[in-house]
């Protein structure tokens, strides 16, 4: 079997099994987001936070509950790291700088995972299980709640209630990302991926020489990093690392949970809003762009095109031999898709247009599928900008699922599509107009160019995924990066709650042969032609300077 | 005879009969753009274009332009800075030509208004007869007031005729050269300032306050003057104004990211787009120009002025231009059944006899028994005898004619020692029973099948005798199925109203083609459905001119009030028709939609223009940096200046060449949204991305020839 048919294979495998799990895996979460019961577990948890489980929330106090959660996340997680040369479990390592912690714990609480640091030289064993893996389920599960709160505001009428954050919070790590994160876990244990409380150890190799074999609870990390989209490597190679990602097998594994939770929410977005076919018109839309994206990076990468490494036969240099060149394209491409940032081979060994593609992905938002939960009220958020100039097309006040897209609406919209652009441009622009910045970065031109901007598109977009290439363990990087992180996380949210609030209160404007059908295809194509050019018209002029400039010469 | 007379009449011809696809427009005359051009001119003051984010942004580009192309002279700069200022008084002309279509109309409005005099009275009560005048100017009139109007005289002020009966010219408001009656009581009091009582002499109760009349807010509508900008606009603006945000960051951070790539890759020698300290100012002013929507901002107020505008020339004024905007979005629409679905007149369409009279014996009775009834019916009754059965008009004498009396509920004639009555089936089988004849056992299955296929039964006897019964018929209006299958595929539910019983209405309900109807309605009833409609999110639009259709017309979502109607009616009404016609709820649907449907098309098509824009710039730009990047010249232009010229040169012409569109309004066709979504798409979207690769490849090919530009 040549290598082309393998990619080919390995592709069209994952998307058969991630359709066949699409119903059953969404119905399961729509039953957890409805369900009226609690369990034993859960009714003590909100007896000890103090929370009772009926009381709903209008927007306002949703958001504040999933800004104070946040906050006081990251405050806990900021005095972890620098109290961690005090701890048990430390493994001899120091307490980590103000600006080292203050950018991992921004990074963890927002879903983004940007690693400024080496996993294996920095971090001990409880810092990295009771901080950062904690984090990796709960920032997963606000991403979640937040898209169920915008979800209720479309189902709901004449409500000002949107679900309780506590609840919501609570049922998704307890119901969902708890058990399938645990099997995980167990899967990649058996493929060979290291679970223990061990230091590292050193051995002699039959070479004669030494190596250094760490030890720490790898698995169960790894596991919750790929269903939670976090992408907080334990070690610094993230999933190229062979004691966390083993095999050829555990890489598909590996994808295959990345775009679990993003491909079935749209069905639970469906049956939600009593309409699967709303589903299955997001998830088209998700998949268009997504194959699209897998297609191109697979072929760039597999050309091998205007890369250094060109003249080796294919852009092999970055990657693991034991995925290929095309599989591991179809990571990078998935875990930019998505808010994940686990990498199994390095970005800027990409061809030109293939780390072009990686940037443009992030760019989009993250929406096919994108992270979990964010990718589903990021694609909602376009679908509305969508519906708004489709809308008026057609000759009516432009509505979507049966709620009048009128200013409010628009101005929520408006400030989610500006708030993550102007983070990126106008944070890569201070970084290349300071000499300091500048000097972090390896590469000179446009590919030096790409990094920096790379570094702001992710660290914004909450990817956490890196070009290599830029020394980002510096105070400015650090500082600047936790900003976007923060701002690029949590701004989003303020709007999405409160497009959410707005739209609940409304009464359902009945559906007739005058109104858009938000199903058919004509919708989809146009929802998809938005995303792209309003993405396209954004960022052009900087990635023209980037990979476009470096891929033309 | 007269059984129909309880409905209203008619007060206006209806318009053309059938369907009518297209909602046309105005045409826009070549000379309209000069004359508009100072208007043009003087908007270019800050404060006017505040209004207006997108434009006021171009026009701060323009002043830095100038002062760059001062400071730094160039034929180049001095070209850009022209086209430049030219989008901004391009923008301008859009609204200034809009505006100035309105002028003309309320120049003679206004013109109407000035010289009125009023005859005040001083005390009046109903009854009065001493009549104790003084003489006022027309503006001095406050609410309350009486005044007497005597024919040849104009109406002071908007009131109600509260004594007498006149004709009155209102041509000055409807254009309609008929003139209309006007009576104290009833539906038809309400008279208009402005317009001129051409008999009789009235008294009017003035119901408006100073500088609030009917004329007042006429003329403030065709000015455009204070337009408030509705619902769908501002959240457009919103959305453009984030683009115009997202554009502007996407070119100010453009310049550390240039300098940077200058800096490391060098470019040659300092030019007219780049040198040592990045991009230089000209270019970016132009990129930022090109790329924020100004080809729907330009156009946007244009669009809503010429939309009033449109309703405005088919004599609909409207309160606001929220109303127009809600009247695109209507769900449901409530017709009265009598003058809107079907013609005002019953016709005779069958003359049935009862078993043992022959039809020959009815209709001779039917004939004679209405030869002097000017009722229409009972024309229509001559008219069918004599062109189904042959029986032509005949003179008779000495005979005496009984006139419909509501407490007699019967019409006829004694002539010749025949007794002859005609009328409700109740009134006429009474009066048989009363003079001792009997009720043939087939009658009543004749009425039933009469009511039951939409007609009303008229009775015909002869003393004792019944002959037969008339089969009055409702006439559907030419058309109007057609429209109506049109409303249902914009999706649009339709309802008659009528006072008819419910199967006479279920039978021309499905005559007509309407989706529903409500039978035997009160007015009570009619609101109950409306707020019931709107319980369930929908929109309701109506036609009233009672008053007592009043309250019914606030609640409802569109209201249109006939000119003819009540001072109530038209106060409740977020519309008035001028000329009183129903069926023009249907165009205002129309129009509204068209609204939407313009600003839409030109906000796509204006996004999608930036793509070609992008391929002109960029590469023009950045080429001599990284000289890959002239493979995205795919429209190989002359050179970079050029280029960029071509491209802001494209975004002015491209505004001035869809003026006539934005005022006349894209084509609207009524169908269903995924129809019409895919044609717009088609034509704007893709029109849209294409079209501008052409036009700045063609005016690249002009101006390169300019010396001082390649």
Redesign the interface.
């Known amino acids: 079997m040549d290598s082309t048919t393998a990619g080919v294979i390995f592709v069209v495998s994952l998307v058969v099994v991630l359709a066949a799990v699409y119903r059953p895996a969404g119905d399961y979460m729509y039953r957890v987001f409805t369900g009226t019961k609690h369990s034993r577990a859960e009714r003590g948890i909100y007896k000890v936070i103090g929370v009772d489980p009926e009381a709903e929330q209008p927007w306002g106090v949703y958001a504040r509950s999933v800004l104070a959660f946040s906050a006081i996340s990251i405050v806990f997680l900021y005095l972890f790291m620098r109290l961690q040369g005090r701890l048990m479990l430390s493994l001899g390592f120091d307490s980590l700088t103000p600006e080292l912690s203050w950018n991992t714990a921004v990074s963890f609480v927002a879903n983004t995972n940007w690693q400024a640091y080496s996993g294996e030289s920095t971090m001990g064993h409880l810092v990295q299980m009771a901080g950062l893996a904690a984090q990796n389920f709960v920032s997963a599960a606000v991403g979640i709640a937040v898209c169920v709160a915008l979800v209720r505001g479309f189902a709901r009428n004449r409500t000002e209630h949107l679900g309780n954050f506590w609840v919501d919070l609570t049922r998704i790590c307890l119901r969902i990302l708890l058990p399938v994160a645990t099997v995980a876990a167990i899967v990649f244990i058996a493929a060979g991926a290291v679970q223990n409380f061990s230091s590292s150890d050193e051995i002699s190799t039959l070479a004669g020489g030494t190596q250094t074999i760490p030890g720490g609870p790898a698995a169960s990390q790894e596991a919750i990093k790929l269903l939670g989209t976090n992408g907080g490597g334990f070690w610094n190679v993230n999933s190229a690392h062979p004691l966390s990602n083993p095999t050829a097998w555990t890489n598909w594994i590996q994808i295959f949970l990345i775009l679990l939770i993003p491909v079935a929410m749209p069905r639970a977005f469906g049956r939600m809003v009593g309409s699967n076919k709303q589903g299955y018109a997001i998830i088209a839309a998700m998949s268009v762009i997504a194959l699209a994206s897998i297609f191109l990076l697979n072929l760039s990468n597999g050309l091998g095109a205007n890369t250094v490494p060109a003249a080796a036969g294919a852009g092999t240099e970055g990657t693991e031999t034991r995925f290929g060149v095309l599989n591991s394209a179809t990571f990078g491409a998935a875990t930019t898709l998505t808010s994940t940032g686990a990498v199994d081979s390095f970005h800027s060994s990409y061809s030109s247009f293939g780390g072009g593609l990686t940037m443009l992905n992030m760019m989009l938002g993250e929406i096919a599928p994108g992270g979990t939960g964010s990718g589903l009220y990021g694609m909602l958020m376009l679908a509305v900008?969508t519906v708004?100039?489709?809308?008026?097309?057609?000759?009516?006040?432009?509505e979507y699922l049966?709620k009048k897209?009128?200013?409010r609406?628009?101005?929520f919209a408006?400030?989610y599509?500006?708030a993550t652009?102007?983070l990126v441009?106008?944070g890569?622009?201070?970084a290349?107009?300071n000499p300091t910045a500048?000097e972090s970065m390896l590469s000179?031109?446009?590919h030096?160019?790409s990094e920096v901007l790379y570094a702001f598109t992710s660290a914004s977009n909450n990817n956490g995924s890196a070009f290599a290439g830029l020394s980002a363990n510096t105070g400015f990087y650090n500082t600047a990066l936790g900003i976007c992180m923060l701002l690029g996380r949590f701004l989003p949210i303020i709007f999405v709650l409160g497009l959410a609030g707005s739209l609940a209160a409304q009464?359902?404007?009945?559906e007739?042969?005058?109104?858009?059908?938000t199903y058919?295809p004509?919708?989809v194509g146009?929802l998809v032609?938005v995303v792209v050019?309003?993405v396209?018209?954004?960022?052009?002029?900087?990635l023209?300077?980037g990979p476009?400039?470096e891929?033309?010469? | 005879m007269s059984t129909a007379t309880t409905e209203r009449p008619q007060a206006q011809p209806n318009p053309p009969e059938g369907v009518k696809k297209k909602v046309g427009g105005g045409l826009l005359d070549p000379k309209q753009l000069w004359i508009s051009l100072p208007d043009a001119l003087k908007k270019l003051d800050p404060r006017t274009l505040w209004h207006n984010p997108v434009m006021l942004i171009v026009e701060i580009g323009s002043v830095f332009t100038t002062v760059l192309a001062i400071t730094d002279p160039s034929v180049f700069a001095w070209v850009i800075t022209v086209w430049l200022w030219l989008t901004v008084v391009f923008a301008n002309l859009a609204e200034a030509v809009a505006e100035g279509r309105g002028k003309a109309q309320a120049d003679t409005l206004r013109k109407a208004k000035q010289d009125t005099v009023a005859r005040k009275l001083a005390h009046w009560k109903p009854g009065a007869n001493v009549l104790d005048e003084t003489t006022v100017g027309a503006t001095e009139l406050k609410l309350g007031d009486f005044v007497v109007v005597d024919a040849g005289e104009v109406i002071p002020g908007d009131g109600e005729v509260v004594q007498g009966i006149a004709s009155v010219d209102e041509s000055a408001i409807t254009g309609e050269s008929a003139p209309v009656i006007r009576e104290s009581g009833g539906d038809r009091s309400a008279v208009t300032g402005g317009t001129r009582v051409l008999s009789d002499r009235i008294v009017v109760r003035i119901t408006q306050k100073p500088g609030e009349s009917f004329v007042d807010r006429m003329i403030a509508l065709v000015e455009g003057a204070n337009r408030q900008k509705t619902p769908n606009e501002i959240a457009l603006n919103i959305l453009l104004a984030s683009l115009t945000i997202i554009f502007l960051m996407a070119v100010a951070t453009l310049q550390p990211m240039a300098i940077f790539a200058v800096g490391e890759q060098g470019f040659g020698t300092d030019d007219a787009v780049l040198n040592a300290n990045g991009v230089t100012g000209i270019v970016l002013v132009s990129l930022l120009v090109c790329l924020i929507p100004t080809t729907i901002g330009a156009l946007l107020s244009a669009i809503g002025i010429a939309g009033m505008d449109r309703l405005v020339q088919r004599n609909v004024l409207a309160m606001s231009g929220r109303a127009v905007e809600a009247a695109g979005d209507v769900n449901v629409l409530l017709l009265d059944k009598t003058g809107t679905i079907t013609l005002g007149n019953r016709q005779a369409s069958e003359f049935v006899p009862v078993h043992g009279v022959s039809v020959a014996e009815l209709a001779d009775a039917a004939q004679l028994s209405s030869l002097a009834d000017e009722t229409p019916e009972g024309r229509s009754i001559v008219v069918h005898a004599k062109s189904a059965h042959g029986l032509r008009e005949r003179e008779i004498h000495d005979a005496t004619w009984i006139e419909f009396t509501a407490q007699t509920r019967m019409s006829g004639v004694d002539v010749d020692g025949r007794v002859l009555r005609k009328g409700a089936t109740s009134s006429v089988t009474e009066w048989v029973r009363s003079n001792g004849g009997r009720i043939p056992d087939d009658l009543k299955g004749i009425v039933d099948e009469v009511s039951s296929a939409g007609g009303t039964p008229l009775v015909v006897a002869e003393e004792s005798r019944i002959l037969g019964v008339i089969h009055l018929k409702d006439v559907v209006k030419n058309g109007m199925r057609e429209r109506f299958d049109e409303m249902r595929r914009m999706g649009i539910r339709t309802v008659m109203i009528t006072g008819d019983n419910p199967r006479t209405a279920e039978a021309i309900a499905k005559e007509a083609g309407v989706d529903d109807f409500l039978a035997e309605a009160t007015p009570e009833d009619k609101l109950a459905l409306i707020r019931r409609e709107q319980e369930g999110g929908k929109l309701v639009a109506m036609t009233g001119d009672g008053t007592n259709d009043a309250p019914a017309l606030a609640q409802a979502d569109v209201g249109v009030a006939m000119n003819t109607g009540t001072a109530a009616a038209k106060e409740a009404g977020n519309m008035v028709d001028l000329d009183s016609d129903p069926t023009k709820l249907i165009e205002i649907v129309e129009i509204g939609k068209q609204l939407l449907i313009t600003r839409g098309a030109l906000t796509t098509f204006s996004i999608a223009n930036d793509i070609a824009k992008y391929f002109a710039i960029i590469p023009a730009i950045f080429a001599a940096v990284y000289p890959g990047l002239d493979t995205l010249n795919i429209m190989r232009l002359d050179s970079p200046t050029s280029a960029i010229l071509s491209a802001v040169v494209f975004n002015a012409i491209v505004i001035v060449a869809l003026i006539p569109l934005a005022l006349r309004g894209v084509q609207y066709r009524p169908s269903d949204a995924a129809t019409l979504l895919r044609r717009n798409l088609l034509v704007y979207g893709l029109g849209g991305i294409i079209t501008p690769f052409v036009g700045i490849k063609l005016i690249d090919l002009l101006i390169s020839a300019i010396p001082g530009i390649s």
């Open positions: 900008i708004f100039v489709a809308g008026l097309m057609v000759g009516r006040t432009p049966g897209i009128s200013s609406e628009i101005k408006s400030l599509l500006l652009p102007a441009l106008v890569t622009a201070i290349m107009a500048r000179s031109g446009a030096g160019f009464k359902p404007t009945p007739s042969a005058g109104t858009l059908k058919q004509l919708f146009m032609g050019i309003v396209a018209l954004t960022f052009l002029p900087a023209a300077l476009i400039a891929g033309l010469s």
